[in-house]
């Protein structure tokens, strides 16, 4: 089915607005994208109409708020095809879900010498929570090298691969390259050394399908607001088997079952991982954006960003002096770029100025930065509300500055 | 000149432009003709790293008055640099630090001084400032 793009621009109010006095071109999706009306009017109507907090109330808004958040679970679950609902677990967003894996599975499964593996793609949430726990375990953090093109060594992966490795956790997809990593030949080889595989699905379930069963990946995380819905939302799905033996992460109201100041025993899952109150109203809409995708239908959406990734390379490697950064054969919505010497501030600054949004800079992934010794690129990242006008646009836009800078 | 009109003479070149663009294009041309930096001074005890883009600030006294020198890997950043350093080079520390520089907000380039777009700006002026505090202490 071939998706009506200007009826889903039509539900994006921010993408009529102006900036400059020029119309809105927003290529950085990969940072946030933005939420449909029907995402922002949920958001709404929980705070109107079923504010109250959830899970401890006798009360009926309590109630109803407290099934209107499990029923965004189940949705979550269904969206990644769990198991079982309480395998998925809110956060405040991807960064989130992986600091709670950092902490409680490297407590409850990482000692002194261990290996983690993560690899040199990796946007600097999957990078630091690590840094942070193996500093903590005294374990070693290994990385899986890039070669030239953006794609991951997986000869050199599987070289890593030892008794030691008690996790591997890459991206999906890079938020500075945009290769799709080919995660079901990792977990295969991860698995076959009896080791559990993370993926950062952050900018990869907008995007693509994905199935945690189909690919058996024992730890998925993602965030709420890369997929159309709030922010401060997030999701962390893992195993059962795993997540009923872990440590949780933080402590308080909701994730206990009883409390002393002898012994505290947890609440069961996924409770026991949810501390506090949560981002009720966040969640729901996150839901609501959930729904959103999946109406459009991922195989569409995926299609349709194709013909577009395809399309603006083709038309940005017109401009002179264009070099991409990254062209694996497999990528997913992001290019980014540098054209001859023009530093990434000031291209990004002049395009601004045309009202064209793209990210400059290292996206928080400063070792790709460094194994392609540059400084930083411009990147522009597309979603399903993006056209083809808009790349001319920015295609024009970037000779436009071309020119100035001779 | 003194600050004050050196920032008179900048805001009236800026008004001649009607279009973005041409203000931006008088920028680059800035960038490009500042007197080149001296790499002796290139070191990281000069470095003002923004996220986004890098500047360098070496400042010396010479007869009562501050001299700067500068550079960034981002040209539009550099040609504010050469405009920093024509309202404030040659000047002695008082003025340098009983100045206010206003004319950047006149100019229509206030964005670039915001802490949000960290290119290293905000940095660059207050380092400029407290070069000529320090060199006004060392006089007395």
């Not at chain 1, 879900?97 to 490297?106: P, R, V």
């Not at chain 1, 392609?372 to 399903?384: D, H, N, Q, W």
């Not at chain 2, 940095?123 to 006089?139: D, G, V």
Request: net charge negative; glycine share 6%; hydrophobic share 40%.
């Amino acid at each position: 089915m071939s998706l009506d793009i200007q009826h889903i621009r039509g539900q994006f109010p921010i993408l009529h607005t102006e900036v400059y006095g020029k119309p809105l071109v927003y290529f950085d999706n990969a940072a946030t994208t933005h939420k449909p009306a029907r995402v922002v009017n949920k958001v709404n109507e929980i705070y109107h109409t079923l504010n109250s907090n959830i899970h401890r109330g006798v009360h009926y808004l309590s109630n109803q708020a407290t099934l209107a958040y499990e029923e965004a679970r189940k949705k979550v679950q269904l969206f990644v095809n769990a198991p079982n609902s309480h395998e998925i677990i809110f956060t405040s967003g991807a960064t989130a879900a992986i600091n709670l894996m950092a902490t409680s599975f490297g407590d409850t499964y990482i000692k002194e010498g261990d290996e983690v593996i993560i690899s040199t793609m990796e946007h600097h949430s999957n990078i630091v929570p690590w840094q942070l726990m193996c500093k903590r375990k005294k374990a070693v953090l290994k990385v899986i090298p890039l070669f030239e093109n953006g794609e991951l060594d997986m000869q050199a992966f599987e070289n890593l691969l030892s008794e030691k490795t008690k996790l591997v956790s890459v991206a999906y997809v890079s938020n500075s390259l945009g290769t799709v990593n080919a995660i079901p030949e990792i977990i295969e080889k991860a698995h076959s050394n009896n080791t559990p595989v993370m993926v950062d699905a952050a900018q990869a379930v907008q995007h693509l399908n994905v199935d945690v069963q189909e690919l058996d990946v024992d730890f998925l995380v993602f965030s709420g607001h890369k997929i159309y819905g709030p922010t401060g939302t997030g999701v962390l799905y893992g195993k059962e088997k795993y997540l009923n033996e872990m440590e949780p992460w933080q402590g308080g109201g909701e994730m206990i079952k009883s409390v002393s100041f002898e012994e505290t025993t947890y609440n069961e899952l996924p409770f026991k991982f949810e501390a506090g109150t949560p981002n009720i109203a966040g969640v729901v809409g996150l839901g609501e954006a959930i729904d959103f995708v999946s109406e459009l239908g991922l195989d569409n959406i995926a299609a349709y960003e194709h013909e577009l990734l395809q399309y603006a390379t083709a038309r940005l490697n017109e401009i002179e002096g264009m070099r991409i950064i990254g062209t694996a054969n497999n990528k997913s919505s992001v290019i980014s770029f540098l054209v001859k010497e023009i530093h990434p501030f000031d291209l990004g600054t002049m395009l601004d100025k045309m009202g064209i949004a793209i990210r400059t800079g290292h996206h928080c992934a400063q070792p790709v930065m460094d194994f392609y010794k540059i400084p930083g690129t411009m990147r522009a990242s597309l979603a399903v509300y993006n056209t083809k006008e808009e790349i001319d646009k920015l295609v024009d836009g970037i000779n436009k500055v071309a020119v100035l800078f001779g | 000149m003194t600050i004050q009109e050196i920032q008179e003479e900048i805001v009236e070149e800026f008004s001649s432009f009607d279009e973005w663009m041409d203000k931006y294009a008088y920028l680059i041309e800035l960038g490009n003709d500042l007197e080149p930096f001296d790499d002796t001074y290139r070191l990281d005890q000069n470095l003002l790293d923004g996220c986004q883009s890098k500047v360098w600030l070496h400042a010396w006294m010479d007869d009562g008055k501050v001299y700067y020198m500068g550079d960034s890997d981002a040209i539009i950043v550099k040609g504010i640099v050469a405009l920093m350093i024509r309202a404030l080079s040659g000047q002695t520390p008082e003025a340098i630090l009983d100045n206010e520089l206003s004319f950047i907000d006149k100019i229509g380039l206030k964005e670039h001084l915001s802490p949000t777009r960290s290119n290293g700006l905000v940095a660059m002026i207050k380092q400029m400032r407290l070069f000529a505090l320090a060199f006004k202490a060392k006089q007395v």
